[in-house]
């Protein structure tokens, strides 16, 4: 079944410091694309990163990278030098070539950082 | 910048009630999309549209139906507004993207409506 996995409801993390947020996901599909979202408490869903099935290197952007372990069918947030705005809800999402329209989503990590 | 606008961050409905809400994006996009969110559920979608009067049914689409009469505007009706249909809703739209997987091709969200049906 295709399929999100994000085995972590909360994390908890130290100013300044980093944190991962695991994503294993399931398809048998060899073209996919992985997303991740963050949802702060207002509720808007902002797109972090996207990394491709076919992308060489892991994807990064800013203080957010991507660790894409294909084989282990993993694509972890890495959140570097955490932030107090970056306590949220974090999304991964994966988007399938068989129906290349819609997202199949995760259930969700609650980041909180801590002063 | 991309914008996908929401007609009401909060809504309170009574019971039996038709209800609408609007989505409005400005990037000529493609696909638009309709969610709820839950606690402990995350997003669920409900209804999506990859053309003008063109839709197919999300994972819950049952007690929803939905409108698109022009590219930018999506519109979900609850009929009949029950109380568990109370909830987040999250509208977004996207591009298809002729060169997917090679390329981002992201889904940008409105601000949500909370709508409470009592």
């Known amino acids: 079944a295709q399929k999100i996995t994000q085995t972590q409801p909360g994390m908890f993390v130290q100013e300044k410091e980093a944190v991962t947020l695991d994503c294993t996901y399931d398809t048998s599909d060899p073209s996919y694309g992985l997303f991740w979202y963050k949802q702060p408490s207002s509720g808007e869903m902002i797109f972090l990163i996207y990394q491709g099935s076919y992308d060489q290197q892991n994807a990064t952007e800013g203080r957010y990278s991507l660790n894409f372990q294909k084989a282990r069918k993993s694509a972890n947030l890495v959140i570097s030098a955490s932030q107090l705005g970056d306590s949220a809800m974090y999304f991964c999402?994966?988007?399938?070539?068989?129906?290349?329209?819609?997202?199949?989503w995760g259930l969700g990590t609650s980041l909180a950082v801590n002063p | 910048d991309v914008k996908v606008t929401q007609s009401s961050r909060y809504l309170v409905k009574r019971t039996g009630e038709k209800v609408f809400l609007e989505c409005v994006q400005d990037m000529d996009h493609e696909n638009m999309f309709w969610y709820r969110q839950d606690p402990g559920l995350g997003l669920r979608l409900i209804y999506f549209?990859?053309?003008?009067?063109?839709?197919e049914k999300g994972d819950i689409p049952e007690g929803y139906s939905v409108s698109r009469e022009k590219k930018e505007r999506f519109s979900l009706i609850l009929e009949s507004a029950s109380t568990n249909q109370t909830s987040m809703y999250l509208c977004?739209?996207?591009?298809?993207?002729?060169?997917?997987?090679?390329?981002?091709?992201?889904?940008?969200f409105g601000p949500g409506t909370r709508l409470t049906v009592t």
């Open positions: 999402a994966m988007r399938l070539a068989g129906n290349n329209r819609k997202l199949i």
């Open positions: 549209s990859y053309d003008v009067k063109m839709k």
């Open positions: 977004a739209s996207s591009t298809q993207g002729a060169g997917w997987p090679r390329g981002t091709y992201e889904q940008y």
